[in-house]
């Protein structure tokens, strides 16, 4: 079993920056594909970006091409997510999940969900 923490959220001003991080508890973290989704007030969750077991293959939601990068350290159980150029519409809270399969992570069905940080941007 895997348990997933986010931390890393916060208010920041548009066009400002973050970086999220969540941390994986369980030996097996290297071999989970992992996902950042988000979900606004009055929306529902979507996906935005994910990241191989290895970290050689990636995925981003268009709306976070050119401004989101996820990256993993294996060896320290932890995924990241930096964020640039900051919309207000990047508000949300931010979910981080882990899947056996990537496609599955893509698609919104991981295996295990974290508990979500609050990202502000102001305009």
């Known amino acids: 079993q895997v348990q997933v923490v986010e931390s890393g959220g916060g208010l920041v001003q548009a066009g400002g920056s973050l970086r999220l991080s969540c941390a994986a508890s369980?030996?097996?973290?290297?071999?989970?594909?992992m996902g950042w989704f988000r979900q606004a007030p009055g929306k529902e969750r979507e996906f935005v970006a994910a990241?191989?077991?290895?970290?050689?293959?990636?995925h981003y939601a268009d709306s976070a091409k050119g401004r989101f990068t996820i990256s993993r350290d294996n060896a320290k159980n932890t995924v990241y997510l930096q964020m640039i150029s900051l919309k207000p519409e990047d508000t949300a809270v931010y979910y981080c999940?882990?899947?056996?399969?990537?496609?599955?992570?893509?698609?919104?069905?991981?295996?295990?969900w974290g508990q979500g940080t609050q990202v502000t941007v102001s305009s």
């Open positions: 990241i191989s077991w290895s970290g050689d293959s990636t």
């Open positions: 369980g030996r097996t973290f290297s071999r989970y594909a």
């Open positions: 999940a882990a899947g056996r399969v990537i496609g599955a992570v893509v698609v919104g069905v991981p295996d295990y």
